[in-house]
């Protein structure tokens, strides 16, 4: 069983940066593909990266502008957002995966967090 808790959510002006972070329990998080998703009211949740063991994927439209990086250490995921845009808000979640073949399907991935809200707004 992994739990996850996402923080450093918040408002910020369009072309700011914002960290995100997600916290895992257990002793097996190295073990584990991570990935960072995002959904608005309405919509459907969408990818936005993944992390694995050193390879990382993006979803096109943050590439450039989000880093997703790892810390096994701590047990933790982060999502550096920089050259941040309206549409950039959204809830964003974590999850984990024991196994991932498609980093954007949602049924890929074992647990989730919370989520934590990201309004980008001037």
């Known amino acids: 069983q992994v739990q996850l808790v996402e923080s450093g959510g918040g408002l910020v002006q369009p072309g700011g940066s914002l960290r995100l972070s997600c916290a895992a329990s257990g002793r097996t998080f190295s073990s584990y593909s991570m990935g960072w998703f995002r959904q608005v009211p309405g919509k459907e949740r969408e990818f936005v990266a993944g992390?694995?063991?050193?390879?990382?994927y993006y979803t096109d439209s943050v590439k450039g502008r989000f880093t997703i990086t790892r810390d096994n250490a701590k047990n933790t995921v982060y999502l550096q957002m920089n050259s941040l845009k309206p549409e950039d808000t959204a809830v964003y979640y974590c999850a984990a995966s024991s196994y991932v073949n498609n980093w954007r399907r949602l049924s890929e991935y074992n647990y989730w967090g919370q989520g934590t809200q990201v309004t980008v707004s001037s």
């Open positions: 992390i694995g063991w050193s390879m990382t």
